[in-house]
């Protein structure tokens, strides 16, 4: 099925705005625990591990960063 791409409404098409919402690195953060847990859990201590633990607390640091300094 070929989709007509002039046919979609604007409403439903997200604004590219260049604002970053920081639900955003709050939600990827949660998934980064979790999956670091679980590689975890699964291969003990590894270079996986401790690359996803730099990743998800980059992601935390950036979440608070984004709340503290918002942007006007």
Avoid: A
Avoid at 13 to 39: A, C, K, Q, R
């Amino acid at each position: 099925m070929i989709l007509n791409v002039n046919s979609l409404k604007s409403m439903t098409m997200v604004s590219m705005d260049g604002s970053i919402e920081p639900i955003y690195f709050l939600i990827i953060s949660f998934g980064l625990t979790l999956l670091t847990y679980l590689v975890f859990k699964k291969n003990g201590k590894s270079i996986e591990v401790y690359f996803l633990g730099i990743m998800t607390v980059l992601f935390y640091v950036s979440y608070f960063i984004l709340i503290i300094v918002k942007p006007s």
